[in-house]
């Protein structure tokens, strides 16, 4: 096993867990997430509670062979989606005083957001950017 697999197989185990208690969490503690889902998403409740299975299922399907490149790309994907909840996070906890998180924690979650979409897609060895071997240039 090559040292960019090893990593990968790291990185997956811990996105898989993060993905696990954030999923659980969903579940178990709705609430915390309600106050994030922007206005426009109808049934908000449904959404948060299907956001947790959709975590726990994409968690699972990280650790398995079959599953874990679709797993990958669905949860890239859903990342993608949630970006709108972790914006309206920062502006409503900022502009009403609801959290008192600040600009040190939300500033860096909102840019950490591609990053999360990059490290799912290469967890699941959809990618290997930017491991990949770059082909040597060849002399004409």
Not at 6 to 19: D, F, V
Not at 96 to 119: E, K, T
Request: charged share 10%; aromatic share 12%.
């Amino acid at each position: 096993m090559t040292s960019i697999e090893i990593g990968r197989t790291a990185l997956r185990w811990l996105l898989a867990a993060i993905y696990l208690a954030a999923g659980v969490l969903h579940i178990a503690a709705p609430h915390a997430f309600l106050t994030i889902v922007p206005g426009w998403v109808p049934f908000p409740r449904e959404v948060v509670f299907v956001t947790g299975l959709c975590e726990i299922a994409g968690a699972a399907g990280l650790m398995t062979g079959r599953w874990r490149w679709l797993a990958a790309v669905m949860l890239a994907l859903y990342a993608v989606c949630v970006f709108p909840a972790n914006i309206k996070h920062a502006i409503d906890g900022l502009a009403y005083g609801r959290n008192h998180l600040g600009w040190g924690y939300h500033g860096p979650r909102l840019l950490f957001q591609p990053v999360v979409v990059w490290w799912t897609l290469f967890a699941g060895g959809v990618i290997d950017w930017p491991m990949a071997a770059r082909p040597r240039a060849t002399r004409s």
